[in-house]
């Protein structure tokens, strides 16, 4: 069966850190990928998402996402956290054509100011 | 404006009873999909459809039922089997390549 690894459950930075949230995922063939974000209180928001092409894709909020297809995993990055990202962060997996869209875990980020 | 809309906000059941959560879409998307979301355990994937008159399993399918009888509806029934009900229920919808998924507000299931 498809899953969708979180590996870290909670993270703690200071503000200015740089920021790794890793994912991997295990189905083999094609598949779509996304990093969703859920700032308290609030509703999934799309950071970014990755279908084909360059695998390094860039979101909003300065967030990016490299997918590494050997690897399996597409993990999240920031240079530079703010206050403002702390947040749950959840990485999703759809594969192509099959239609079934699974989520991770999920990452609670602590940013400290 | 297209999307997807999730009713009620807030529902209260007692136990033992069957409740019913609806999700309505107006994107003509073919896919759709109920989450529950807990504390710690992200969106687990309770059940999904791809076309109408069909529907899927996922990871904690048991307690539930679902029925994809239009294109625009896929209502969840959470029956008394379900051990543990309360959580907070969310409901999407993907496009046909699989690059946008659409998600509802979520309705808050409540058992009392």
């Known amino acids: 069966a498809q899953s969708v690894s979180q590996h870290n459950h909670h993270v703690i930075l200071s503000e200015a850190a740089s920021l790794e949230l890793g994912c991997n995922y295990s189905y083999g063939g094609t598949v779509n990928l996304f990093w969703y974000v859920q700032y308290p209180g609030q509703h999934l928001q799309l950071l970014l998402k990755?279908?084909?092409?360059?695998?390094l894709v860039k979101g909003i909020k300065g967030f990016e996402a490299e997918f590494i297809k050997s690897k399996f995993s597409f993990n999240l990055r920031k240079p530079s956290v703010q206050w403002s990202d702390t947040a749950e962060y959840f990485c999703?997996?759809?594969?192509?054509?099959?239609?079934?869209?699974?989520f991770g875990t999920g990452t609670r980020l602590l940013v400290s100011p | 404006d297209g999307g997807i809309t999730q009713s009620p906000k807030y529902l209260f059941r007692k136990e033992g009873q069957n409740v019913t959560l609806s999700c309505e879409q107006n994107?003509?998307?073919?896919?759709m999909y109920w989450y529950r979301q807990d504390p710690g355990q992200g969106l687990r994937l309770i059940y999904y459809?791809?076309?109408?008159?069909?529907?899927q399993k996922g990871d904690i399918a048991e307690g539930y039922s679902v029925s994809r009888e239009k294109k625009e509806s896929f209502p969840l029934t959470v029956t008394s089997a379900q051990k543990n009900p309360t959580a907070f229920y969310l409901c999407a919808s993907l496009n046909r390549g699989g690059t946008e998924a659409f998600f509802g507000q979520g309705t808050r299931l409540t058992v009392v």
């Open positions: 990755y279908f084909s092409g360059d695998p």
């Open positions: 994107l003509n998307h073919d896919a």
């Open positions: 999703a997996v759809n594969e192509g054509g099959f239609q079934k869209l699974v």
């Open positions: 459809s791809q076309i109408v008159n069909d529907f």
